[in-house]
């Protein structure tokens, strides 16, 4: 349905060769819901807008259709796009907001009254229909800006941002709504957003862009479980990742990563290539990965709380080595049920299999495939 | 990675559109701006005049600048003018807009004050200037020559155009221009947040202390921007004088800019007139570089953030 | 508290004292205007212009209707021709892209702060030879040049604080980026172009310089123009009543205009304090 193909976007002025997107492939089938997510600058809304076609690519080429569509204007794009301000125009009541897009296809004023209606039935805005802008909530906003955007039938749905706006609460069942639409209505979905907890949510495959460049692109489950690279690692996950200093080594047949404070072998199924045996990596652990062990072990690691956070559903402790050597603080999460004090010590397991080995390169490659 | 082969050109339409938007504007300063001031120069080096027969005259209209016998006193009017003018205009908008904006601030009294003190600059010039006409009308009809009548029976009408003319041109245009700088002060006060005297109370500072550490730094940018805009227009322009008193008597009241205008359109010394023109045009230029180094032009061109 | 109220006292005394001349002017309009200059008895006989024409220092001048026929019909000329020139070029400068926009942008503003009429000589010259002495349309064409640049300047502030998502609806939603000026942009600056279009009118309704040089037919005066000619024909004005008459019918719709629109006079005075 839709493919970018090396991408690349350069900005002038005044940060000459400032580039904000940098050779960028993507692939979307018709009907996908597909987030692109990264922090700011990192070229996701960017993107969204060359796929709008408000911005031209310094170079690469956009198809919808396999058509090629750098050069075609935005109004002949046949895209709906609902943007974070929501950009309802104030002078138009909600009813020829919606109507817009219609009236400029040169719809007769009544079927595109009807077309409007329609739609407004379908988000639940038809009682709304004669106010102004101006006199709506930021909810009934939003719902007039997908009204307007999905009135024309658009082959594609483009959304900035479209939630950010919306208090917490207001944003869960937004979030559910846009998601049922988009399956009934079969459009394909781009949304773009900074809020990680929603793009994987809400869509089927999620793009991580980072400095331009696609980190990784995949099923929200496949992010998580298997981050390609230490940015999509680090990213993702709230809280963090826990990433510790290693040493791959090598002992009779076995590979083994070694820290300061404990050693960790690596599955056979796995066995990293020779080539990093003795090298420096990253040992990426996610905190709901470790678990408080029962009785101390061998395989333990003695740490001690230093801080105890409760978060409601759960409590978050950070742990230091004791002697504080290491230097190393790690974040656990664990449920409720467990009764801690700070400065206590206690032993840590890691689940079997739980880990991500990162190398030390600027891209900071998976090393690991677990099935 | 490969990139694509052709980087993003636009089409030439797409290139021309704005300037069809420009256009109409464009054409107007070339021919009433841009071809006034080259056409300015050119006749500033001819003896054109009442017989319309162009001769080049070289830079004889500028060496006779300097031999003018009446230039020493027209220079002496303009900055006479210009300087005590701003300096008035300047201090009455001030007092009136911190006084309206800060010690009246919020009351209906510095409401009327502030539209009062509007009042002369809305007013044509034409209108406004009757009365100035009438309060130093050289006959006992003149109202302060009524009054001075009262108290002494016998003495004669004083002919105020004829020995305060100059005093008369700059009080009519302070109480006319104070508003300008007025309303730009005012601005920039009210927008002092609050917050900041209500500190400045809590820390005990006198009213001094508030004005001198509160207000008048806040006060910078406006105040150079008065000053030298003010500056541009009473140097360049004569209107209320030509109302007024026309220059006169003698050349009492001429300022270099009426003076340009008198040679040109009174007297059809249009060569002569466009070279002392030309000295206005320098020294507004000047200044108005000069207020052009104020803005940051960065800040205000920005880029389309459509691209087509 | 004492030393509050001796205070307010004082910054009154300083603010009465200063504005008094400004009251006394306003009180003498009316009276002039409406008092017998020898009997100091209230009569209206100084109106008597709008009923027919009066004789003015020996001269009989023209009636006071068709002045103000004129006066509407260049002013709203004015207001037309400078919106309609304003708004494109503003919008072009506020939202596209051309090569030599700085440049322009920066002659633009040398031209707003720049005198004019300091090029009045040559620009007579101009019109000679065009022929358009005489004519309104020279009288129009001097005009707006001067005037343009600062309303090209506030009006792009006013297309500067259009959000640019606004523009992107638009241009998504199907219009072409001149469709989405007429549809959306326009519509959101209205009271930028209401701001303009009242200082262009009051521009307008003052001109009398432009009449005074290039106008030699009293038959085609604007009341400020024809008031120029009364107040300058001698030095001494013979007749304070009619002129403050003329001077007041002149004026008093003036400010009924003034008080109805004096919020967006503000704002446009603003316009120059917003730089900073």
Known sequence: MISLVNIVKDYDGKQMGSRAVDGLNLEIAKGEFVALLGPSGCGKTTTLMMLAGLLKPTSGEIYFKDKLVNHVEPKDRNIGMVFQSYALYPHLTVRDNIAFPLRERKMAKKEAYERALATSKILQIDHLLDRKPSQLSGGQQQRVAMARALSKDPEILLLDEPMSNLDSRLKLDVRDEIRKIQRKLGVTTIIVTHDQEEALAISDRVAILNGGKIQQYAPPNELFNHPANLFVGSFLGNPPMNLIDGVVEKRADEQWVKTKLFELQIPQPCRLEEQHIGKAVKLGIRPHDLFIAEQPSEAAIRLQIDLIEHLGNGQLIKLTDRDGQADMMIRLLTDNEKQLKEREMISIGIKPNKFHLFDMTDEGRNLLQFQ | ?308 | MSTSIAKKLLVHTYMLLFTMPIIGMIIWYFLSATLNGTTGQFTLENFNFVKEPIEYAGVVLPAIWPIVLNTLVYSILIVVIEVGIAVPTAYAFSRLDFTGKLAAMKFLFLMRSFPGITLIIATFFILVQMNLVNTYLGVILVAITGSLPGRVYIMKGFFDEVPWDLEWAAMVDGCSRFRALMKVLVPYVLPGIGAISVFSFLGAYGEWFLFKLFIFDDNMLTLAGYLSRLVTKENVILNYGLITAIGLFYTIPLVIFYIFTQKIFLKINMGGAKQV
């Open chain 2, 1 to 308: 990675m490969t990139l694509a082969k052709k980087p993003y050109k636009k089409p030439l339409a797409k290139k021309m559109y704005p300037y069809f938007f420009i256009m109409p504007f464009a054409l107007l300063v070339l021919v009433f701006f841009i071809l006034p001031a080259i056409a300015t120069i050119i006749m500033s080096f001819t003896d054109l005049n009442a017989s319309m027969k162009i001769n080049f005259v070289g830079f004889d209209n500028f060496k006779r600048i300097f031999t003018d016998y009446s230039m020493p006193q027209i220079l002496w009017n303009t900055v006479l003018f210009a300087v005590i003018t701003l300096v008035f205009s300047l201090f009455f908008g001030l007092f009136i807009s911190i006084a309206t904006q800060y010690f009246l601030k919020g009351k209906l009294t510095a409401v009327i004050y502030r539209v009062l003190w509007l009042i002369p600059s809305i007013i044509p010039a034409v209108v406004y200037v009757t009365f100035w006409k009438y309060l130093f009308d050289p006959t006992e009809g003149g109202l302060i020559n009524k009054v001075l009548l009262l108290f002494q029976p016998d003495s004669d009408p004083i002919s105020w155009f004829t020995k305060i003319a100059m005093a008369i041109v700059i009080i009519a245009t302070i109480v006319s221009t104070t508003s300008g700088g007025m309303i730009l002060l005012s601005a920039a006060i009210s927008s002092i947040p609050e917050d900041l005297y209500k500190a400045a109370k809590v820390d005990g500072a006198s009213e001094k202390s508030v004005i001198t550490k509160i207000i008048l730094p806040s006060l910078k940018w406006p105040l150079m921007y008065i000053t030298i805009s003010d500056l541009i227009g009473f140097v360049s322009s004569y209107f209320f004088i030509l109302l007024l008193t026309n220059g006169g008597p003698m050349r009492d009241t001429t300022t270099l800019s009426l003076y340009a205008y008198q040679q040109a359109f009174n007297l059809k010394y249009y060569g002569y007139g466009a070279a002392l023109s030309l000295l206005v045009v320098l020294i507004s230029l000047i200044l108005t570089l000069w207020l052009l180094r104020l803005f940051d032009f960065d800040e205000m061109i920005k880029p389309s953030r459509i691209e087509d």
